[in-house]
């Protein structure tokens, strides 16, 4: 069973989530995490003047993806930062390349999720994960997002991301501990879920094919 995580991350905020939800898939017997990053668009100039460059040595290993492999997955798991309240534009670059997998319905019946984070308490999280979904359902995914049994999302003692939709993180401005605590307990659970529900699928198959 071969979960891919999908994820562009400028300064490493989006990568540190990508990995919990990693940490979550593997909990789950039988389950291949994958990690993946998507090209990135910004001139490698602009992301030495931003200290961009030197935050994505943490995560240089991961490999590129190439959009015909996310149709090797069962599931698929995307991580993108918000861009006033919308995916990132290199995500959606991403997205836009796959008309060829979309017109041969080779996503269809595979599960999707969204996770994401914002610089501020009310950045967008929930639109950027709520309209990332149109984008999967045009591809005949399955969505998978996260209950309130999930004590996490209930917590008010603290800023914290993490909604019924999907995954975030809060991650203020400058030097971040971010995610915290709270914010990677939610995304094990998404990465978990996601995995036992796409195995589910795969031992019923019948029924969706």
């Known amino acids: 069973m071969v979960i891919q995580i999908v994820f562009y991350s400028m300064y490493g905020h989006i990568y540190r989530m990508a990995e919990e939800v990693a940490a979550g ?5 039988g389950a291949n995490a994958r990690l993946y990053q998507v090209e ?25 993806i190439e959009v015909n492999q996310l149709a090797e997955a069962d599931a698929i798991i995307f991580g993108t930062p918000t861009r006033f309240g919308m995916m990132c534009a290199q995500m959606r670059n991403f997205l836009d390349k796959a008309g060829g997998l979309w017109a041969k319905g080779a996503l269809e019946n ?32 399955i969505i998978v997002g996260i209950p309130y049994s999930v004590k996490e999302l209930s917590t008010v003692d603290e800023i ?5 939709y999907g995954a975030s993180s809060v991650v203020g401005h400058g030097e971040s501990v971010r995610p915290s605590e709270n914010e990677r307990a939610v995304a094990r659970f998404q990465g978990r879920r996601v ?3 796409t195995d589910r699928f795969i031992r019923e198959g019948s029924a969706w094919k």
């Open 40 to 64: 990135e668009l910004v001139p490698d100039h602009i992301l030495e003047q931003s200290g961009a460059k030197k935050a994505r040595e943490a995560f240089a290993h991961i490999p590129f």
């Open 110 to 141: 595979k599960v999707g999720s969204v996770f994401t984070s914002s610089a501020t308490q009310h950045g967008g999280q929930e639109t950027t994960i709520v309209s990332f979904h149109t984008t999967l359902l045009h591809f005949g995914m």
């Open 160 to 164: 914290s991301g993490g909604s019924p």
């Open 25 to 29: 898939v593997r909990e789950v017997a």
């Open 195 to 197: 995995a036992e529900i």
